[in-house]
């Protein structure tokens, strides 16, 4: 049995773990192949992760995060994942990694977007997407700069993940202000808990527009049902899409394993 975790929660869509599943395996038998004991399966719960008494540390000894076994069974805290001292392998947003995550991991690499419309190689963009018949429809721009229609913007209700998305959030307000604008364009914002609730907000009339990353866009065109009644009305800059990361304390030995494995595989 493996002393490492591993996890790959972005796009783990219950649809989607048969495909999250496979590539884990792609990778961790990439990782066997380095010589590194990857486990077998990955954590998407916190029973999945090895108790850390006394809470996750940083380097100076702060907890950092609480010890996973004291946390619901059934649900996955990320940060419990991503700041767990045996973390071999998982996958962050540059949202919690320019906030702070950064300092306390080791970036590993980057997946291709090069699959979904709005990505290209390791960069990504976030659809602007609204109520269908309320806006022209957009193509995402071929040199992956920003298309904002401010004029359809201003007044509605944005939705976003969480404060601490990069796609949902942080990438439009960055592409706002480079255009002398703000959030304050949007009458109203309210955070959904989620890209996939987001849509379903906007299509079920309690939120008029969102930003969603391209991947998880495609990944709603495929499972979700309210998708169908949602439209993209632009589309933020292209930019690095969501890194892997291991802990802090990972032998640098092992780093280089994982960088050499996930550029030949991810």
């Not at 540390?57 to 419990?80: Q, Y």
């Amino acid at each position: 049995m493996s002393d490492f975790v591993a996890g790959l929660p972005m796009y783990d869509w219950s649809e989607m773990r048969s495909e999250v599943d496979a590539q884990w395996a792609r990778l961790r038998d990439a990782f066997r192949q380095k010589g590194i004991d990857a486990p077998q399966t990955i954590a998407r719960a916190n029973a999945d992760l090895r108790p850390v008494e006394g809470g996750i540390r940083d380097a100076a000894g702060k907890v950092m995060a609480p010890d996973p076994a004291t946390l619901p069974p059934d649900e996955l805290d990320f940060f419990g994942l991503w700041l767990h001292p045996a973390l071999l392998f998982a996958q962050t947003c540059w949202g919690p990694m320019e906030l702070g995550l950064a300092t306390h991991v080791q970036l590993v690499g980057q997946p291709r977007y090069d699959a979904f419309e709005g990505g290209q190689g390791e960069f990504y963009s976030s659809a602007l997407v609204m109520r269908s018949g309320e806006a022209p429809t957009v193509g995402s721009p071929s040199d992956g700069s920003p298309l904002i229609p401010l004029d359809v913007l201003r007044g509605k209700h944005f939705t976003f993940n969480s404060l601490d998305s990069m796609s949902g959030i942080i990438a439009p307000t960055r592409d706002l202000e480079a255009l002398g604008e703000s959030l304050d364009i949007f009458s109203e914002r309210s955070e959904s808990g989620g890209h996939r609730a987001s849509i379903v907000a906007i299509a079920e009339g309690r939120a008029d527009v969102a930003a969603i990353d391209c991947r998880s866009w495609a990944n709603a065109r495929r499972f979700e049902p309210a998708a169908e009644a949602v439209t993209v009305v632009g589309w933020t800059t292209r930019r690095k899409g969501l890194p892997f990361i291991t802990a802090r304390t990972t032998p640098e030995k092992i780093v280089e394993a994982l960088r050499e494995a996930v550029a030949a595989t991810a």
